[in-house]
């Protein structure tokens, strides 16, 4: 894909999402073997079997979009993110049928799958939002999907100068990966939306999931594991 003439804002670098993708898979690799046994190492290779041709089609910087690369990149997101909550599963059974004593481990393990959580829904809002990262900065404004977030830079066109100059409007800004990691990290911390407002069912429910999840590991598994440690 070419950009648009009518575009000004630059393409998305490669490696924020690889780097925050193989943290996440490195926490996979270190969870207990209580929790998945083998079963996380599955995770680690999915991850990686489909990272590796998503990095070859777009090393450095995210200007190729195909149907192959735009489904690797949702399925692999939206594998993480179903990965998280089968741990996730796996932690409260382990609380319900006594067998989380460890209350050490019991605390790492959900600050791993936390964290983990927090970069599966970053990666699944920053392929979805707006026909995905390519389409994001590639495509003219009028061609892209409708938007499943508003940022506060879509809004402040109409601030005073210094903060209009940052805004969607004037400098043709469009969410870049730190974005989108800041709301998955305040919905995981507030349990609600704080900065990125979702518009689309799909991301609200996304959203709802998110701190659904959030709100487990912090008041259920951490809320047991200090009891533990009392």
């Known amino acids: 894909m070419q950009q648009h003439p009518s575009r000004s804002t630059p393409s998305e670098h490669r490696w924020p999402s690889v780097v925050a993708l193989v943290i996440a898979l490195a926490l996979y690799a270190a969870l207990p073997n209580a929790f998945l046994g083998p079963l996380r ?34 399925i692999l997101a939206g594998g993480l993110v179903v990965a998280n909550q089968v741990t996730l599963v796996f932690l409260l059974v382990a609380l319900a049928v006594g067998r989380a004593d460890d209350a050490h481990g019991l605390l790492l393990s959900a600050l791993q799958v936390w964290v983990a959580n927090v970069i599966g829904f970053t990666l ?14 590639m495509a003219a404004r009028a061609d892209l999907p409708p938007a499943d977030f508003r940022f506060p830079q879509d809004e402040d066109d109409d601030a005073v100068t210094e903060v209009a100059a940052r805004s969607s409007a004037v400098r043709d800004w469009m969410p870049r990966f730190v974005d989108y990691f800041y709301s998955a990290l305040s919905n995981s911390m507030a349990f609600s939306a704080t900065d990125a407002m979702p518009l689309s069912p799909r991301f609200k429910l996304l959203m709802a999931l998110q701190a659904f999840g959030g709100f487990l590991i912090l008041a259920l598994v951490i809320a047991r594991s200090v009891n533990i440690l009392g």
């Open 41 to 74: 190492f599955v995770v680690v290779v999915f991850g990686l079997a489909l990272l590796v041709p998503l990095v070859i089609a777009n090393p450095h910087r995210l200007t190729r979009l195909t149907p192959f690369t735009k489904w690797t990149s949702i």
């Open 124 to 137: 699944l809002y920053w392929e979805l939002d707006r026909g995905g990262p390519v389409m994001r900065t």
